[in-house]
């Protein structure tokens, strides 16, 4: 089988590579070549896939059995890859997001949820991308899967206040900064390890009876936010400082964080997984969080050029602390 990943070396779709390589599928990367990830046995593809002329030279004549864009945000990046795939490919997966579902979520949320987010543009633009995918599976007979994945890592920390991609989380707990917490903490929420996700989603590739539909893959492992924080600080050998916000509060003061916040994160988020197990009998998700928070750990340790911090990080939520403390003072009787 020949597959396409555009993008290939992220956070997600680097499992998915290595996966598709182990199973003797050959795999085609397309990106920029910046990311320090090597993918054995994989084919390189350098291009900027926003832009049509470099994908399209790139691609040159070359037919695939599935493409899977994992860096597509918009209707006009899937516009592009219909232009460019149509004809020329027998599956084409589009990576949306449990994001685009309308809050609050039943538990478990299935994939026949109405799709709705007033609060965050990123999930918006993926609903659109979905609209127009359907409409081009119905009328055109593109052969569309969607894949729904929650909040899936790796190589960054599934957390919803700090930063995600450097050490600037955990540099902060093990020097005894306190951690925001939007909430009380005791939401919950479905974390997927990446290499986890991978088995569900190199399933999916050439599996006819996908085509047309969405579908989750996510871990049936629920924890509380509290839960996730203290386990990446018992990864880093410490204890966590929580300190719980209102999530309306934070979203006043970011409007980045409104969105993750307000259209995601402050709602529990419990997913049903009957469909991918239909469809890929042999998906499991083996990974618990405490095992795969080490792994993430072991991931930045492994070279320097990732351990680096972020000062900006630092102070925001230093910021949103004072913020939030000056508030209750304010709001206290004299």
């Excluded at 084919?43 to 599935?66: H, K, N, W, Y």
């Excluded at 599976?137 to 899967?145: A, L, S, T």
């Excluded at 997913?271 to 890929?280: A, P, S």
């Amino acid at each position: 089988m020949r597959v396409l990943f555009i993008g290939g070396t992220g956070n997600i779709s680097a499992s998915c590579a290595r996966l598709c390589v182990e199973r003797g599928m050959e795999v085609f990367l397309l990106n920029r070549g910046q990311r320090d990830v090597a993918i054995a046995g994989a084919r390189a593809l350098v291009a900027d896939a926003r832009d049509p002329a470099q994908l399209a030279s790139a691609v040159g004549t070359l037919q695939f059995d599935a493409v899977a864009d994992f860096v597509a945000y918009t209707p006009e990046d899937v516009e592009r890859d219909f232009a460019l795939f149509a004809g020329r490919t027998r599956q084409y997966l589009f990576i949306s997001s449990t994001a685009a579902y309308h809050k609050p979520l039943p538990c478990p949320a299935t994939e026949s949820t109405p799709l709705k987010n007033p609060f965050w543009e990123y999930a918006r633009q993926k609903i659109a991308c979905e609209d127009r995918l359907t409409a081009l599976w119905r009328e055109r007979d593109f052969p569309v899967v969607i894949v729904r994945p929650s909040l899936t890592y790796a190589t960054l920390w599934p957390v919803a206040i700090g930063a995600r991609d450097d050490l600037t989380l955990v540099a902060r707990m093990r020097r005894g900064g306190e951690l925001i917490v939007h909430g009380d903490g005791t939401s919950l929420w479905t974390l997927t390890h990446s290499d986890d996700f991978a088995r569900g989603f190199v399933g999916l590739l050439g599996n006819g009876a996908a085509l047309g539909h969405a579908v989750h893959i996510t871990s049936d492992e629920v924890l509380t936010w509290d839960r996730i924080y203290a386990t990446i600080a018992e990864a880093a050998g410490v204890e966590a400082k929580l300190v719980h916000v209102p999530s309306e509060f934070l979203a006043g003061l970011s409007e980045r964080w409104r969105g993750t916040l307000l259209g995601d994160k402050a709602h529990s988020a419990v997913f049903d997984n009957t469909k991918i197990r239909r469809l890929v009998p042999a998906f499991a998700a083996t990974i618990p969080f405490h095992v795969g928070a080490r792994m993430t750990l072991e991931w930045f340790m492994a070279r320097p050029q990732r351990q680096r911090t972020s000062p900006e990080s630092d102070a925001q939520m230093d910021a949103a602390l004072a913020a939030w403390r000056r508030a209750q003072g304010a709001a206290r009787p004299e």
